[in-house]
């Protein structure tokens, strides 16, 4: 199915929460560990894949989440400056993938194809999947039980099953590990009880320190090879050349990352975990991703899971409730 094809809406829901599903765990885990409040972050990727699905007309499938590149400079400066220069650096970021954005757009994609060719921008990916490799580990050892049943049901109803059941493969053995999970008494719904029904994330505005930006700007390249990546990618599941979307990619990033840093979120990126939902089911339209980019604003806010960060440097007291409006 291409990016431009529609399943009917039941089935369009049902893959749009499978790509939340995918990006969940990844986009969630970033502000964990930059400090930054996780409900923000959420939201303004909800923002960034509706802004990236205008900007791209609808043709190219994608959903920003949390990008893993940021977090070294962020949590570097956060710890020598504050975290409101952190987010003036995420800006700078976004600032500089815009500008290379609108330089491809109207210039043409041949010159970044030159400077980085496929090699470049897979070992690029490849390397921070690598160096996340061991949280990926760490979080598997906090409980060994579920994730194999998970990882196992996944395998198993992609295998056995065809059609809607099968591509729904990754939705339904993560809601079979959540079961899982519950019946081990692994699941708290204390903050579930606890949280308010309807909320606002927690904003904070960005200073900038122009000794801290050299940190940032090779993140740039990362999230230029990210992108340009994506888009290959893209293309060559769907058969389809989207060499033109490259700038308007690029500048749906760019403007994303700037609107993050911006209110208190996290940069964003193109997301590897959605591609391989798409690669899974082989589904590519781009309304699966408006309704999973609706999901994180239509979400109960669970100030809870701010609050057990004990990371969090833009907390400003033990009393801080970030999705809530009381």
């Known amino acids: 199915m291409l990016p431009g094809e529609r399943l009917t809406w039941p089935r369009t829901t049902s893959i749009g929460a499978q790509h939340v599903v995918a990006m969940f765990g990844a986009t969630f885990l970033v502000p964990l560990m930059t400090g930054f409040p996780p409900n923000t972050t959420l939201f303004f990727t909800a923002i960034g894949t509706a802004l990236f699905g205008l900007i791209t007309a609808g043709r190219l499938p994608s959903y920003l989440g949390s990008s893993f590149a940021l977090i070294a400079p962020i949590q570097a400066v956060s710890q020598a400056y504050g975290p409101s220069d952190a987010l003036g650096g995420v800006i700078t970021v976004g600032a500089c993938v815009l500008v290379i954005g609108l330089i491809v757009h109207f210039a043409g994609a041949r010159w970044i194809d030159v400077i980085m060719p496929p090699t470049v921008t897979g070992c690029i990916v490849g390397l921070i999947g ?9 979080w598997f050892k906090e409980a060994p039980t579920t994730a194999i049943i998970t990882v196992v049901s996944i395998v198993l109803i992609t295998v056995l099953f ?40 927690e904003f904070h505005a960005a200073t900038f320190e122009p000794s801290t930006l050299a940190l940032f700007v090779p993140v740039v390249l990362v999230l230029v090879a990210e992108n ?38 996290s940069g964003t990126t193109t997301y590897a975990e959605n591609i391989g939902v798409m690669a899974a089911t082989r589904v590519y339209s781009t309304a699966a991703y408006m309704i999973a980019g609706a999901s994180p604003l239509c979400c109960r806010c669970c100030r809870n899971s701010v609050r057990q960060s004990r990371l969090s440097p833009l907390a400003s007291s033990a009393e801080q409730q970030p999705c809530s409006t009381e």
């Open 228 to 265: 340009v990546g994506h888009v290959k990618s893209v293309a060559a599941m769907t058969g389809q050349n989207l060499d033109d979307l490259t700038g308007r990619a690029l500048i749906a990033d760019g403007l994303s990352t700037m609107l993050a840093g911006s209110g208190g979120g």
């Open 130 to 138: 690598f160096n996340l490799a061991p949280a990926a580990y760490n």
């Open 162 to 201: 065809k059609g809607i059941i099968g591509r729904l493969s990754i939705l339904i053995g993560v809601l079979i590990g959540y079961v899982a999970a519950i019946v081990q008494g692994e699941v708290d719904f204390s903050a579930i009880r606890e949280a308010a029904w309807v909320g606002l994330p």
